[in-house]
């Protein structure tokens, strides 16, 4: 009897622990995964990221060493004086650009190890950017500004154009669809540059300054929708800007000061 008791309780203390250490790798991995170990949720990567521009003898360096992660779900907000290196370091986070040392990753993908053809692809399907200012071509109209990426690739044009309208519903501006550039306001240009950022569903959107030109009102318009644009294990949002209102839309906040980083932190809601 007191043979099986002892058995018996034993035999439980050894499912307990057992479930315990179940629960405890359990949280560990979820950990993990909000961490972005392994690869979970990881998006843009810098590891020691430097940028130098030789002009005639001179010599800048506009990015000294900067090591980032951008997870998918962030909207990753970029602050600093003018001529701190931000727009370089967008440059090299999309893929526009490569660093003079150090490395640049995107979705695991080392971005120096890719022609500029693969660099090239990869912006068009992966990343959208959006510019201070707005970029639209005056011939075309919103629709076909928005659809344009889509018409540079081998899509068909119908396919393209509904696939705009889509995107400009997205961004309260289907009733200007036919409308060209100069018929339209700042804010609905830079909407209309936005929906044009996502028109091919991309992974990273890239901002340098999207409220740069654009009233406070026309500002918060832009700072909402992009806010709403990062999600989980699928997109994640960097944002250059001036704007101290900016910062507070977004879920982080890095300082940039002298080509590095000064300050990276969450920022409270
Ligand atoms: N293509 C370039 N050629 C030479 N110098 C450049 C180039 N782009 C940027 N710079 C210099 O690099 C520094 C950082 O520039 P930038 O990244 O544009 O700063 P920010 O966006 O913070 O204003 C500045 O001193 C700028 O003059
Ligand atoms: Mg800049």
Redesign the pocket.
Same mark, same amino acid.
């Given at each position: 009897m007191g043979e099986r008791r002892v058995c018996s309780v034993s035999f439980r203390r050894d499912a307990e622990s057992s479930e315990r250490g179940a629960r405890l790798a359990l949280r560990g991995l979820r950990v993990a995964a909000k961490r972005g170990l392994w690869g979970v949720g990881r998006m843009l990567e810098l590891f020691d990221a430097t940028k130098t521009?030789t002009?005639g003898r001179r010599t #800048?360096s506009?990015v000294r060493g900067v090591s980032l992660r951008v997870n998918t779900g962030e909207f990753v907000t970029i602050m %600093?004086p &003018? %001529? &701190? %290196?931000? &727009?370089?370091?967008m440059h090299l986070m999309g893929a526009l650009d490569t660093p003079s040392s150090g490395r640049a990753v995107f979705q695991g993908q080392d971005l120096q190890a890719m022609s500029d053809r693969q660099r090239s692809i990869l912006r068009r399907d992966r990343i959208g950017f959006v510019f201070q200012a707005f970029n639209l071509l005056p011939t075309l109209t919103a629709a076909e500004n928005v659809a344009l990426p889509l018409l540079l690739g081998r899509g068909g044009r119908r396919a393209a154009l509904a696939r705009a309208a889509e995107c400009l519903d997205k961004v309260g501006l289907a009733h200007r669809a036919e409308h060209f550039p100069d018929e339209l306001s700042g804010g609905e240009m830079q909407r209309v540059a936005v929906a044009r950022a996502l028109v091919a569903d991309p992974d990273a959107v890239l901002c340098d300054e999207p409220t740069g030109n654009l009233d406070t009102a026309n500002s918060r318009d832009i700072l909402t929708l992009l806010s709403k644009l990062p999600e989980p294990g699928k997109r994640a949002v960097v944002m #250059?800007t001036h704007d101290p209102a900016g910062a507070t839309y977004g879920t982080r906040l890095v300082k940039i000061r002298d080509g590095l980083v000064e300050a990276d932190e969450a920022v409270r809601r």
């Open positions: 521009y002009q #800048v506009a %600093g &003018s %001529g &701190s %290196g931000k &727009s370089t370091l #250059v």
